[in-house]
């Protein structure tokens, strides 16, 4: 969410339960301003916090010109002193999938890789390397997967030009209290898969400058994606039950919305079962 509204739209999500005391929101709001002039983000986000066993990681995220190019992700464990996290990659993604349990607290943590191969360790212990992955890879790979799945954004908030790159759409208004509640009037804010697979028939519909992302509608499993009307019905809020703890607020009409994160960064692997 838009760190200058942050106090703002902290209210509209705290339907949940989880956000922030007031002496965070204080401290973030001044940090995350200083952080936008070091810097020099176009914008930043508060992405959200993950809560540890003995502290917790508090995200931001700084944004360039072209919103669909990496963003600069960084942390802190008391909204005031931040470090740059370095970009992720595919490796440590696949390896922080392995993992399980809680977050500890400290990013110099170190996991013992159990999805690691015999002679892969061997090796590792001749080279007098250990397997293991430090939490602050881990940190990295969890804001990069949460991201990918369920990091959204309304449909038609974003434009695609001819040149590839992506900006905010200054004629957008929001979206009606109809179309709010359709998880169809919602895209994924990542690189698209379904919509490659679609076909020329499929995309005869589609505007190429809005509908370059994919849509909620076919998120699997079906059902993933809790969607309440809030504040006497002027608040629609999606709650994701694949990553508990993720929520979306959009005021229809409005250009206010944006998503954040308050949970331990684990992902609810039961969820088919519990549908």
Not at 67 to 84: Q, T
Request: include cysteine; charged fraction near 25%.
């Amino acid at each position: 969410m838009e760190a200058r509204s942050l106090p703002a739209a902290l209210e509209l999500v705290a339907g949940g339960g989880a956000g922030l005391s007031p002496e965070k929101r204080a401290v973030l709001g001044a940090s995350l301003l200083l952080l936008q002039r070091d810097y020099r983000f176009e914008r930043v986000w508060f992405w959200g916090c993950i809560q540890g066993v003995r502290g917790a990681y508090y995200i931001a995220e700084g944004l360039g010109p072209d919103r669909a190019a990496p963003r600069s992700r960084l942390y802190s464990l008391n909204c005031v002193e931040w470090s740059l996290l370095t970009p992720v990659t595919e490796e440590v993604v696949a390896q922080a999938e392995l993992l399980q349990g809680r977050f500890q607290g400290d990013p110099s943590f170190e996991y013992v890789h159990a999805g690691i191969s015999a002679e892969d360790a061997e090796r590792l212990f001749e080279d007098g390397k250990q397997p293991v992955i430090k939490e602050e890879a881990r940190l990295i790979a969890t804001i990069e997967l949460i991201d990918r799945a369920v990091g959204i954004v309304p449909r038609g908030a974003f434009v695609k030009t001819p040149l590839g790159s992506v900006h905010e759409n200054r004629n957008f208004e929001g979206l009606s209290l109809t179309e709010a509640k359709k998880l169809s009037s919602y895209f994924h804010f990542a690189e698209p898969v379904n919509l490659k697979n679609k076909t020329l028939l499929e995309k005869a519909d589609l505007d190429p400058s809005t509908d370059f992302l994919d849509s909620l509608e076919h998120d699997i499993p079906q059902g993933s994606w809790a969607v309440q009307l809030e504040k006497g019905g002027t608040v629609v809020v999606l709650r994701s039950l694949l990553w508990l703890g993720l929520t979306f607020y959009h005021v229809p009409g409005t250009k206010q919305y944006g998503y954040v994160y308050f949970g331990t960064g684990e992902k609810n692997l039961d969820l088919p079962f519990m549908l």
